[in-house]
Each structure stands twice: as structure tokens, then as C-alpha cells.
């Protein structure tokens, strides 16, 4: 006899159902499964349960005592796999072929577990994963390669775990993480931090960049970067002020970063945030520090209230592509305040930024300093040859012979200066009378005798002594003259 329709009908749609649930699988033991979520929390499992359906889009396994992941925990390829959960498990080994078979994972949650080393590539394989939650683990080592491949990874926790150096340099160029934007380091053991390197990251990731309960070594530095983040209102800053403390050299237990502002022996001193320096003539570009993502349009504003949408009529200031403001040919009517102001998807945010341009070129101070040298050491050395003339100058009325007795007063003026000899014999008669009247002609220059003409020669003289030359009666003044000899 012929089946009626709908009984044939009702059989039709059981092989069915039966055919799908082969492929598919069906629900594992002690699990609940909801549509496409898959949930085995707190089910008592030392394994991963198999088979599990293709279809599996979340899958929670924790709060069971899965301690190994081995690279066969799925058999088959789970293509529709987004979220992994596998918290407090007490889990200690992952293969580094572990997730090859669910290449979307966007969420993998390893947290509480005994996991201690991150080895190379572990996660090379998640090109997709967004959220990685591995805190609260025994973390000591992380190999710079563990997070290859992960470009589009926005959040890594790695909180409270035994990590006494992270590779942070995987933030430097902003080329291995590029979407990230939260990064846990708190609770953990780093003692020094590259502040430089922080300070240069973009604001958006330094506002969710946690590095509080570390024992961090005080310094300046720190201190510098902490009280930045404050100013900023940074979230990692303002929402755990209390638990970032560091450690001075001298005490034993931790004080507060902030409270390293003129205390002793540090006494750090708060540096103004985006202050640049620059010189007459150079090309100096502002760079908009904000925390917002997704930026929709920004502009500057200039000293002068200026707005700065594109490039100037003057040619002197350009908007780049970046949102950074880029000034050539610095004037010393460009320094002041310069405003940004950014509009986010949900905020708004103004940045400011100061700018100083000092009044000579980039080699200004050095040419200044030169000249100041050389002036001084011309002035010293003046003054130095001064005291030498005045000092040092040899007396000619020293230099006289001290066993030769004075001339006698009525000597003429010509042999008594230029003469060593006497000029004349005794009993000569006649040369008083010459002296004498050499005398009467008049004084000369600066009140100093000056003989009026050549005198006479007299009559020969015989003997051994020959006759004595007349000197020149210029010659006296010539001697004592005022001009100084340099």
C-alpha cells in the first residue's frame, strides 16, 4: 500500500536531520550547545571532547583540567571558530600547531592557567585574532617571534604574570602590532622600562598602555612619562595613580611616581609637555599627539589665530597627510602657542603645543661664543701689556754705572748727558762761562734745556785725551721725550 504523503513527508525530514547530525556531530557529553555556542564550563574534562560540531562558532572549556594542548585537540578543520576559551584549566603546554586548524579565531582566552614560557610562532597561525587574554599565568619568558603574524591583534593582556622583560621594541615602529591598542604589562616584574621609546609611542596607545604594580626603578625619566599621562588624563595613568610606585635606592618600600616631584634624592622637576625648540630659518614640524582613533578631520591653529586647513598663502605652513603642521623658514614671529584640534567618531580633543624659535641660527650660539672669547682674551691681554710697560720697562737712569760719580753741576747740558767723561779739566776757566751761557739761550722743549747753536770748538788740546765731539742739542730732547717707546 501506498504511504500517505504526509507520513512520507515526516520520514524524509527525520533522514535528514539523522544525515545532518553525522556530518555536523552532535552535542558532546556534559556540554550544552546553543545554536552555534558551544559550552563545556566546569564539565570535569581532561580533554578536549570530540567530535565536536563543524558548525561551532564559541567554544568555553574553562573551569576544567585540560592541561595540554596538543596540535590534534580538532581533528577536523573548525572554519567557523571565532572564540576559544580555555581559562583556569591549569593548562601548561600548547603545540605551536595548536590553533592551524582554526585560522579565524578572533578571540583566544588563555588566562589562569600555568602556562610559563611564550615560544616562537605560537601564534603565527592566528592572522585574525584580535583579543588575547593571558593573564594570570607563570609567564617569565616571551619570545620576541610570539606574536608574528598577528596584524590584527587590538588587545594583549599580559598581566600578572613573572615577565621581568617584555619585548617592547615590537611597539617600536608600529610595523609587527600595528592595530594594537591596549597592551597589560601590569603586575608583573619589570624593574626598567625604555622611557624614551614609551614616550614616543602614539598617545592613543600609551592611554591604554598598564604598567602599574611593577617594582620599577625611580627616576625622572619615569617620573617625566608618569606626570605626562597625568596631564594628558591618559586612562592608564588616571585610573591606577595609586598602584604605579617605584623604588628608591635607599628604601625599602615602594613610594608613589608622583611623589618623586622635589623629593629627595631624585628631586624631579616637571617637564612642560610638547615644548619644541628651534632656530631662526629651520623647518620644524608639530606633530598632533591625540588619543583618538578614527580621527575625521582636524585643523591648526596658529599663534595669531590662524587656521591652518591647508597649505598657507604665505608658503610658510602646510597641513601633511599625517595631521602634523610643518613650519619652514622659522620667523621669530612663529613662536607661541600652536592649537589642534581633532574630531573623533564619539570625542572631541585639543592639543597644544608650544614653540619656541631662539634669535640666531642653528650656529648662532657658537659664533656668539667665539666672539665673546676673542674679546676677552684681547682685553686680557691688553691689560697684561699694560702692566708690563708700566713694570717690567727697564730705567735707563739705572743702567748708569754706580761707581761713577755724578757730574758737577756747572757741566754743560751736551756732556752731561751724552758724555760719560768729564768735559772739562780743572782750572779750565772758560768752560763754566760756555755752560752758562748754553743755559742763557733758553729752555726747550717741555721745560728741558736746549742749547741755542752749536757751541765754538775751543783751541787743541794736546794730550791723551782726544777732543770731544759735540752732540747735536736735539738729540736731549729726542732721549727725554714723553712720547713712550712702544
Known amino acids: 500500500p501506498v504511504a500517505p504523503l504526509p507520513l512520507l513527508s515526516l520520514l524524509l525530514l527525520s533522514l535528514l536531520l539523522s544525515l545532518e547530525g553525522c556530518s555536523g556531530g552532535s552535542c558532546p557529553p556534559r556540554c550544552v550547545c546553543a545554536s552555534n555556542i558551544l559550552s563545556c564550563s566546569q564539565a570535569v574534562l581532561s580533554t578536549v571532547p570530540a567530535p565536536l560540531p563543524r558548525f561551532t562558532a564559541v567554544l568555553d572549556l574553562s573551569h576544567n583540567n585540560v592541561t595540554r594542548l596538543r596540535a590534534d585537540w580538532a581533528p577536523g578543520r573548525l572554519a567557523h571558530l571565532h572564540a576559544l576559551l580555555l581559562s583556569h584549566n591549569g593548562l601548561s603546554f600548547v603545540s605551536t600547531e595548536a590553533f592551524a586548524h582554526v585560522p579565524h579565531l578572533r578571540h583566544l582566552d588563555l588566562s589562569s592557567n600555568r602556562l610559563r614560557v611564550l615560544e616562537e610562532n605560537l601564534f603565527s597561525d592566528l592572522a585574525e585574532l584580535e583579543v588575547l587574554l593571558l593573564y594570570n599565568n607563570e609567564i617569565s619568558t616571551v619570545d620576541r617571534t610570539a606574536f608574528e603574524n598577528l596584524g590584527r591583534l587590538r588587545k594583549l593582556y599580559l598581566g600578572q604574570n613573572r615577565i621581568a622583560r617584555f619585548p617592547l621594541e615590537l611597539l617600536r615602529d608600529g610595523s609587527r602590532l600595528p592595530q594594537l591598542t591596549l597592551l597589560d604589562l601590569s603586575a608583573n616584574r619589570l624593574h626598567n622600562v625604555p622611557v624614551g621609546e614609551l614616550q614616543a609611542l602614539p598617545a592613543w ?4 598602555l598598564y604598567l602599574h604594580g611593577n617594582p620599577l626603578a625611580c627616576s625622572c625619566p619615569l617620573f617625566q612619562l608618569v606626570a605626562r599621562g597625568r596631564r594628558r588624563r591618559l586612562s592608564a595613568v588616571v585610573d591606577f595613580e595609586e598602584e604605579l610606585r617605584c623604588l628608591l635606592p635607599s628604601a625599602s618600600a615602594p613610594v608613589g611616581i608622583q611623589a618623586l616631584a622635589g ?5 624631579c622637576s616637571e617637564a612642560r609637555e610638547a615644548v619644541l625648540e628651534a632656530h631662526l630659518g629651520d623647518t620644524v614640524t608639530l606633530s598632533c599627539d591625540t588619543r583618538l582613533r578614527g580621527v575625521r578631520h582636524r585643523h591648526w591653529v596658529t599663534p595669531g589665530g590662524e587656521r591652518v586647513l591647508e597649505e598657507a598663502a604665505n608658503g610658510s605652513a602646510a597641513l601633511l597627510a599625517n595631521g602634523s603642521l610643518q613650519l619652514r623658514a622659522l620667523r621669530p614671529e612663529d613662536a607661541g602657542t600652536y592649537a589642534c584640534w581633532v ?13 619656541l624659535v631662539h634669535n640666531f641660527t642653528l650656529h648662532g650660539p657658537h659664533d656668539t661664543l667665539n666672539t665673546a672669547y676673542t674679546t676677552l682674551v684681547g682685553c686680557i691681554l691688553s691689560v697684561v701689556l699694560v ?37 772739562h779739566a780743572a782750572g779750565d776757566p772758560e768752560e763754566p762761562a760756555r755752560s752758562r751761557s748754553a743755559s742763557a739761550n733758553g729752555a726747550g722743549q717741555n721745560g728741558r734745556f736746549k742749547a741755542g747753536g752749536t757751541p765754538q770748538p775751543g783751541p787743541p788740546r794736546h794730550g791723551p785725551k782726544v777732543q770731544r765731539k759735540v752732540s747735536d742739542p736735539d738729540s736731549v730732547s729726542s732721549v727725554f721725550s714723553d712720547t713712550p717707546i712702544v
Open 387 to 423: 702692566l708690563i710697560y708700566l713694570y717690567l720697562t727697564p730705567c735707563r737712569c739705572c743702567c748708569r754705572g754706580a761707581e761713577k760719580p755724578p757730574a758737577p753741576r756747572d757741566d754743560s747740558i751736551n756732556s752731561s748727558v751724552l758724555s760719560t767723561t768729564p768735559n
Open 343 to 355: 574630531a573623533g567618531p564619539l570625542l572631541n580633543e585639543t592639543l597644544y603645543v608650544e614653540l
Open 205 to 208: 596607545l600609551r592611554d591604554r
Open 263 to 267: 623629593r629627595q634624592p631624585l628631586n
